[in-house]
């Protein structure tokens, strides 16, 4: 049996949609008996009511290697200690940068912060630039509002991770008061810190235990399955796929992929809007 874990964002999901192509590389896939695994830093709860459910999520890594589903069943879950949680969010705090906290039953933030995180979905057309990206906001406006609750104190939390936002707009007087490289260098020695971009523009990061990758959910797969290494694929475009690309036989760098990331892998397929993934399975035979 072959497998492929496949990152989300950037990869098969752009602007929570996923194209044609994909899907149709996803039925060529499973009719050829391939394992498609998730891979994604999202936690469950960023999942459930996407577009990605369409790919199957029988078994999946979520969370950055947080946590690992095998066949419908939680069989690994890791998360942030009380002292690292509190570390990182009363950091946060003192630089009131915007936040929010992922466990697997929700995602949360402090008390009055989902309307400062509203301002990074605008559903003017003076800001917004165009009525089709008003519409996509609302469409977000409404599944984030439904996703996010807010809560007094995160104690008693299983958090998998922290996401953090670096966008001017959620800041007041849209000054950032702490960038990536502000944060990589307070936290990078004790936790995996990973930047993130939205649609090509940098957008902030998470943060989570350093001995958490998705390099762990991807050897509990293999294991399970049994799995010879070579048969084993990835494809991803971020900086918290490094670790799964760079350790398994097959490893595919999405053409909107950062340098660092395409410099591991073994191939560099085009961007996600050039019909990339369904490219990169075209090339390695699986489809």
Known sequence: MKVLFYDAD????????????????????????????????????????????????TNCITAAGGCVIINNQIVSHEYLTEEQRDEI??????????????????????????QRQLRRMPITLEEAGSLAEVE????????????????????????????????????????ITLSVEDIQKHFSSRYNVNPLSFNGNRGGGEINDKAITKKKGVDMIIKHFHID???????????????????????????????????????VTKAIDEDGFYKAMKHYHLI
């Open 136 to 175: 996509r906001n609302i469409d977000r406006r409404h599944h984030f509002l439904n996703q996010l609750k807010e809560v007094e104190s995160f104690k008693g939390m299983h958090v998998n991770k922290i996401h953090w936002y670096e966008d001017k707009r959620m800041y007041d007087d849209g000054i």
């Open 229 to 267: 290494p070579s048969d084993a694929y990835a494809i991803g475009d971020g900086y918290n796929d490094l670790q799964m690309l760079e350790n398994v036989h097959h490893a595919i760098a999405m053409g909107n992929a950062p340098e660092d990331v395409k410099k591991v892998c073994s191939y």
């Open 89 to 114: 969010t009363d950091y946060f705090d003192q630089y009131h940068v915007p936040y929010n906290v992922e466990c697997n039953d929700g995602l949360y933030t402090r008390v009055g912060e989902k």
């Open 10 to 57: 950037g990869t098969v999901l752009t602007k929570n949609k996923i194209c044609e192509s994909t899907y149709e590389a996803f039925r060529l896939l499973q009719a050829n008996g391939i394992l498609t695994v998730l891979s994604t830093g999202r936690s469950l709860p960023s999942i459930k009511s996407t577009p990605l459910e369409d790919l199957g999520l």
